[in-house]
């Protein structure tokens, strides 16, 4: 017995939740359930984040939780549920399988079998945003290398033991050579552990379209929260219906599994909803209990009753489906084929399926860092930057010197082009004047200096040479 922690959610979820205990408590599965209550009603009794401390009580002892879609109410400053969950809990790791199901259900990819593995913590999801001038806003992109690792061997252990070949990364790192470029070159380190498993790596912006266009080229694809969140989409969609598919999001010591649909609430209290999505997810949930028997008892039952055209309203086509049902109705159907196998499609095997343990992350030693420089950042309303750095000359002090200004990343200064849009924030690189190493005393005398002349910083950047290297990126056009 594994004991759970499950929540109805809103909208449809009570009925696609009914649905799918009924299925994998007939095919056997051994768990003792807790119900709580998450979403809708908690929130509009006032707690904005959706979830009772209680319930954060359940989750942290049963360490699994099988979650119906919520409703988060429009206003008001209600926080996701998903993203507070995926976060303290630290589930790094979301999971998305993409099949097709043709001739069953509509594709136009008829032999697509990808799976999306998104980091699930960082990138621009922490979250931390400000408004720093009257025309700028800014969202800080944190990608870590405990993130990077633990999601890339988290994608490499997938591809083991599932048995699949190919584990592909998508990045922007040709423009975000910092962040993404450190996400590509964690995976280049880990890919060469598994010489068993190929590899490759895609600028997002082809792979995406290569993605949706060819996703038989893909098997296993791995990459950051924000690519992963839309890309995840995507591929759920391409591959027949966002109805159909399921997640899971998995950390150290605890996981959350799900539909990735939301609660659809017109179509709540019908008995019209699909329960695939989060019966999907229910499967995952039952390999990484470690009860993959039961898990490939309800998909062979499920594949089957996709393939005898018992099919909810969404799926339903005319010529292809033989039977419209309701939510109630195809449950009864999976239940009666369980035992039975697919003919047409793939009949699947989880043997090897079991909880997929990886190692805790080691922290590495430190390397050798040195302070080189600061951009300070500048609200200023002028246009021209030879202006802006003729007001900044009485800034630079004996130890650091205006060595470039730029514009949303735009050298301009020195030698701008008069072409170039400007808005009111300017990042303004100071360097050592003579050579000497640079102290934090050093920046300050800068800063207190743009004080006296009445120089309005917003922020200021350190910039680090890490082991050697200059660890921070240049102007565009330097
Ligand atoms: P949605 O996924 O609920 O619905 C999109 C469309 O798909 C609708 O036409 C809906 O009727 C249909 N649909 C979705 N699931 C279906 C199913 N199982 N069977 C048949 N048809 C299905 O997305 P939305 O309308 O943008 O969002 C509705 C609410 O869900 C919002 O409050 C949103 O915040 C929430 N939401 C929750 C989650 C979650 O809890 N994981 C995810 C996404 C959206």
Request: aromatic share 8%.
């Amino acid at each position: 017995m594994t004991r759970i922690t499950v929540a109805k959610g809103d909208g449809i979820g009570p009925e696609i939740m009914d649905a799918t205990l009924d299925i994998i408590l007939a095919a056997g599965a051994q768990l003792d359930i807790d119900e709580i209550e998450v979403g809708e009603k908690v929130y509009l009794a006032g707690n904005t984040s959706g979830i009772s401390k209680e319930s954060w009580d359940s989750l942290r002892r049963n360490k699994v939780f099988l979650k119906a879609p919520i409703t988060t109410p429009q206003g008001g400053g209600y926080k996701s549920l998903n993203v507070t969950t995926r976060k303290m809990l630290g589930l790094y790791a979301n999971v998305r399988p993409c099949t097709s199901l043709h001739p069953f259900v509509k594709t136009k990819h008829p032999v697509m079998d990808v799976v999306i593995i998104r980091e699930n913590e960082e990138d621009l999801y922490a979250g931390i945003e400000h408004q720093q001038t009257d025309e700028v806003v800014q969202c800080l992109k944190l990608i870590s290398r405990p993130g990077c690792e633990k999601i890339v061997r988290y994608a490499f252990e997938y591809a083991r033991q599932y048995g699949r070949k190919k584990v592909t990364c998508f990045t922007k790192d040709n423009i975000m050579k910092q962040t993404d470029g450190m996400f590509h070159q964690v995976f280049e380190e880990v890919a060469k552990e598994y010489p068993d498993i190929e590899n490759e790596h895609w600028i997002v912006d082809i792979g995406a379209a290569k993605l949706a266009d060819t996703p038989e080229a893909f098997d296993v694809i791995v990459m950051p929260n924000l690519y992963g969140d839309v890309l995840s989409d995507v591929a759920a969609q391409i591959a027949g219906s966002v109805g159909l598919a399921g997640s899971a999001n998995i950390g150290e010591e605890c996981a959350m599994f799900e539909a990735i649909h939301g609660s659809a609430p017109r179509r709540a209290g019908q008995n019209l909803a699909n329960p695939s999505g989060l019966l999907q997810g229910a499967i995952m949930m039952l390999n990484h209990i470690g009860q993959t028997d039961v898990a490939e008892r309800v998909q062979n039952a499920w594949l089957k009753t996709i393939e005898d055209g018992i099919h909810t309203y969404d799926i339903y086509k005319e010529g292809v489906s033989k039977q419209k049902v309701g939510t109630k109705e195809f449950a009864q159907a999976v239940i009666a084929n369980l035992g039975q196998q697919p003919s047409t499609l793939k009949p699947v095997s989880y043997a090897k399926g079991t909880t997929l343990k990886l190692p805790k992350y080691q922290r590495k030693s430190n390397g050798t860092k040195e302070l080189v420089g600061v951009d300070v950042f500048v609200h200023w309303k002028g246009t021209k930057a030879d202006e802006l750095a003729t007001l900044l000359n009485p800034v630079n002090t004996p130890d650091l010197k205006l060595s470039m200004i730029t514009n949303r990343g735009i050298k301009v200064w020195p030698d701008g082009f008069d072409e170039t849009f400007c808005t009111d924030h300017w990042r303004c690189r100071f360097l050592p004047a003579n050579g000497h190493p640079v102290n934090s005393r050093h920046i300050i005398d800068v800063l207190s200096k743009a004080i006296d002349e009445q120089i309005d910083t917003i922020k200021t950047e350190n910039l680090y040479a890490f082991n050697g290297k200059p660890a921070f990126s240049m102007g565009q056009g330097q």
